[in-house]
């Protein structure tokens, strides 16, 4: 469909949920006043960071500045009393996401409902249950994880090996690992259908393993040769949900199911795969726990992984998975009978913050014709029973018309995004069969 004339290049992530209120005030201020009357409350990171690999010198004196003016401010405020008197020169960074979102949710619990307390004698052994295929996984955070997926009904667990890592991050490595054959005739090819999660080519070869290599964009993956496809659904970053797309016979699958949760999206049937991955960071937002749960159907699988974590850092740090565990319950409890005081549940607090974001992010997108956001069907969500299309943690922005570079255009206005190379979409246009299925899926 050349007439879309949508150029994935133009094409960029602005990070995750908790920056859309920013975009809002964008439309309101016009173009040239872009960055003059944000709030410091809505301000919530700043790094200084580089994008482009070929810079004209104005551009790199525009990257020093803006990364220097944004160490400036990370060093004089550490909190929006300490707000600068210079609007005119602060940086939004919308490049790094952090869920700190749902901060407000969690301080209304009182302590008794989510707070550990940790005596020095408690957790200090390596073990947590030598029966278990996973030794280093907390039994409490194994009925907390089961019981919660059984609540949503976003995924089997019964009959299912559960291995705890430090994030999903980890357990993504551990994956792989576990996938590749030891001894291939060569690393296996590691794909995902772009725009994909920007972190895995650099988590796939960091290492320069010889078991595993980045083999990029499974719509591009045709060589008769074993590989493994993640699916990640719903997708970061434009946030549609997925299937997988390589159709040969020598794939394994990785979902990564990181958003699968009722305030990004329809809950449609309970997920059953081989591998899935899940995260707190993404679930209730403690990303700073760093606890992400696999279920994996094949025990063998779930013991290499367990191996690979052993190897890594010698298991999951307890502290952090019995904390998890009593988020998780607590979330668990909100939405049943435990819940007697009728308080509002996590997930229907969380749904509806991303639910106004939206709002406010298309209707600030609708006001200008610079940029257009995807757009998604609704579906009817099993859990909730509500019915709307998907919410994702971060917005993947479409410039449109004269602007060719949107991740430069933003930068020009002290606005930080990912653009879409980063997430393998750099030189495709969107004018084929092949991207629109992408956007059907
Ligand atoms: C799709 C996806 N998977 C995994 C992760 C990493 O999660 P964790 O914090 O558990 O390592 C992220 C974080 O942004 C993500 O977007």
Redesign the pocket.
């Known amino acids: 469909m050349a007439d879309l004339g949508f150029f994935l290049k133009n094409v960029l992530v602005v990070s995750?949920a908790m920056n859309l209120g920013l975009i809002w005030k964008i439309s309101h201020d016009g173009e040239k006043t872009l960055t003059s009357k944000w709030k410091w409350g809505d301000m919530l990171h700043f790094h200084g960071c580089c994008f482009n690999d070929q810079k004209n010198n104005r551009v790199e004196e525009e990257e020093l500045l803006v990364s220097k003016r944004t160490e400036e401010i990370l060093e004089t405020t550490s909190s929006p009393a300490a707000a600068p008197e210079d609007w005119e020169s602060v940086v939004i960074n919308l490049d790094h996401?952090d869920p700190t979102m749902y901060e407000n949710f969690w301080k209304q619990k009182g302590d008794q409902e989510t707070t550990v307390v940790t005596s020095s004698w408690q957790h200090i052994s390596y073990f947590s249950d030598v029966k278990n295929v996973c030794w280093f996984l907390e039994p409490g955070l194994v009925s907390a994880i089961a019981r919660l997926h059984k609540v949503v009904g976003n995924a089997v667990t019964e009959g299912r090996h559960i291995v705890v890592?430090?994030?999903?991050?980890?357990?993504?490595q551990a994956a792989l690992y576990a996938l590749s054959p030891p001894n291939g005739s060569g690393p296996m090819n590691v794909v995902s259908a772009a725009p994909f999660?920007s972190?895995y080519p650099l988590m796939t070869d960091y290492l320069k393993s010889g078991l595993h290599k980045w083999a990029g964009d499974a719509y591009e993956f045709n060589k008769q040769e074993p590989y493994i496809e993640l699916v990640?659904s719903p997708?970061?970053?434009d946030g549609f949900t997925r299937q997988d797309v390589v159709k040969g016979d020598k794939g394994i699958l990785i979902h990564?199911l990181?958003?699968y949760w009722p305030q990004y999206t329809p809950i449609l049937v309970p997920a059953d795969y081989d591998i899935m991955?899940f995260?707190?960071?993404?679930s209730t937002g403690h990303?700073g726990s760093?606890?992400?749960w696999a279920i994996v159907k094949d025990r063998e699988i779930a013991k290499k992984m367990t191996t690979f974590i052993e190897i890594n850092t010698i298991g999951v740090s307890k502290d952090s998975q019995i904390r998890a565990a009593k988020i998780l319950q607590a979330v668990s409890d909100s939405c049943g009978q435990e819940n007697q005081k009728g308080a509002e549940t996590f997930f229907d607090y969380s749904y509806k913050l991303m639910a106004e974001r939206w709002k406010k992010i298309r209707e600030a997108v609708n006001k200008t014709e610079l940029f257009s956001l995807p757009s998604f069907p609704p579906e009817t969500c099993s859990f909730s029973g509500r019915t709307f299309g998907q919410l994702p943690?971060?917005a993947w922005l479409k410039c449109e018309g004269e602007v060719d570079d949107c991740e430069s255009f933003l930068r020009r206005h002290k606005i930080l995004t990912r653009g879409g190379k980063h997430f393998g979409a750099e030189h495709e246009i969107c004018e084929d069969q092949h991207v629109e299925s992408r956007e059907r899926v």
């Open positions: 995750l996401g890592g430090t994030g999903s991050s980890q357990l993504y999660y972190s990640t997708n970061n970053p990564d990181a958003y991955l995260t707190a960071s993404k990303a760093r606890i992400g943690a971060f």
